[in-house]
């Protein structure tokens, strides 16, 4: 984003209130450690950011997505979930970093049929384009991404069209990225968006994509050091899915970031997770709720930004 | 045939003047229960023996740790005590774990 486009009043009045707000205030990405020469600090933004139709966000979310855009600018990583109608929109505001997208809705007969129903009615309304791909989207920062070196795949599994969230509207999978830091430290990254509901059917469905989730990372990451943020939809209070998510980390001997929302009215579905292994060693220096992402009474989104700040050095 | 495109030329208007309402200001609403709100109500769903216990302060930043179908009172508060102080490091967050309620009665202070 540029002077310019603001000068020539493209931006909205709120996105130039809050870059005002925060100039003072953005971290410094890509720091090299004093202490360690080798390592690398790597700030890592994970946010569901509701981008859907108006009438279903129940808001206007092309209002909100180039604040969004542009204060995620200021992470080195950035793992977007239910990008759905916004990616643009988003991608316009990220000026370092290069993004790749989830899965795509058409090798899924079902949705590429439902796609072809709803067409006569979706095409007279902007950003209303449903079903959709797996919405879910990860920017890297250019000076740490490994170009061609990732991966899509969708789970294959939802539950509900009409009721349970209708989560079969979209065909849910994840992405997975590679890192490599200047002193060639290479770490994958993996986003993910499960599926929602209490029901059920809807946790049995959720299980069933963590575990497809987790067969990915062994298959793709064996004893590498890995990533792996997003909305998951698991409620630690919510009975078989705290078991579900503690299966999930001793499965993979995955560590929490501790990222998770500081302000109360916040649920608690997002997670950053993260190992040390093969390419790289990473540690914890800082993690939390995204606070900027939240002001004047109301959120940018539906969920809490979640962000952690790894240093990441070579493996021992 | 006329009609026919009455209710539908009626259902254009009316999609047409929703698209054009008001703009609501920018951002997302706020939940209105809190986070801790949500969570006792689902624990209040949940079967005994039970209990849970937290960490934190409930009005900002917490986590909860709860059993539920336990043999007993004193296992589902140990276990509750248990998990609580597993998430309670993954978060980071000061303090001990202290038990928040037994079945539904409220043991804190």
């Given amino acids: ?189 993996y986003n993910t968006h499960l599926e929602a509901g209490p029901s059920d059917k809807s946790v049995a469905v959720r299980r069933s994509q963590l575990e497809a989730l987790a067969e990915a990372i062994e298959r793709l990451s064996a004893g590498r050091a890995v990533v792996v943020g997003g909305d998951f939809n698991v409620a630690f209070i919510r009975p078989g899915d705290r078991e579900m998510i503690l299966w999930f980390r001793e499965k993979l001997g995955l560590a929490d970031s501790g990222a998770g929302p500081e302000l109360p009215f916040w649920r608690e579905r997002d997670y950053l997770f993260y190992r040390s292994g093969a390419g790289a060693t990473l540690s914890v220096e800082a993690a939390g709720e995204a606070v900027e992402f939240v002001g004047r009474g109301r959120a940018l989104s539906d969920h809490p930004a979640l962000y952690a700040r790894f240093r990441v050095g070579p493996a021992p | 045939m006329i009609r026919l495109a009455t209710p539908c030329g009626a259902v254009v208007i009316v999609v047409l003047l929703a698209g054009c309402s008001a703009k609501p200001p920018m951002g997302v609403a706020l939940r209105s229960r809190s986070q801790f709100e949500h969570e006792w109500g689902r624990y209040l769903k949940m079967a005994p023996s039970k209990a849970l216990a937290v960490a934190g302060d409930v009005t900002v930043t917490h986590v909860v740790g709860y059993a539920h179908d336990a043999p007993s009172d004193e296992f589902a508060a140990r276990e509750a005590l248990a998990a609580c102080e597993q998430r309670r490091g993954d978060r980071r967050i000061e303090g001990t774990c202290r038990l928040y309620a037994v079945n539904e009665e409220v043991v804190a202070d």
């Fill in chain 1, 1 to 189: 984003m540029t002077v310019e486009a603001a000068r020539r009043g493209t931006l909205p009045r709120a996105l130039l209130a809050t870059m005002a707000a925060l100039c003072a205030s953005a971290p410094l990405p890509l720091q090299a450690s004093a202490a360690e020469p080798d390592a690398t600090t790597v700030s890592v933004l994970s946010y569901n950011v509701h981008g859907l139709f108006r009438w279903i966000a129940k808001d206007d979310p092309r209002d909100r997505m180039p604040t969004i855009g542009w204060l995620a600018d200021r992470y080195d990583v950035v793992l977007f979930q239910e990008d759905f109608e916004f990616h643009s929109e988003l991608a316009q505001q990220i000026q370092h970093a290069t993004g790749r997208r989830g899965n795509g809705a058409w090798h899924d007969p079902r949705l590429a049929l439902a796609k072809l129903i709803a067409f006569p009615f979706t095409m007279w309304f902007p950003n209303f384009s449903p079903p959709y791909g797996a919405g879910i989207s990860t920017f890297v920062d250019d000076a740490l991404l490994v170009a061609d070196d990732f991966t899509r795949e969708p789970y294959g599994s939802c539950n509900g069209w009409l009721g349970a969230n209708g989560d079969c509207w979209a065909a849910k999978g994840f992405l997975r990225v590679t890192l490599r830091s200047a002193a060639g430290a290479e770490v994958h990254v």
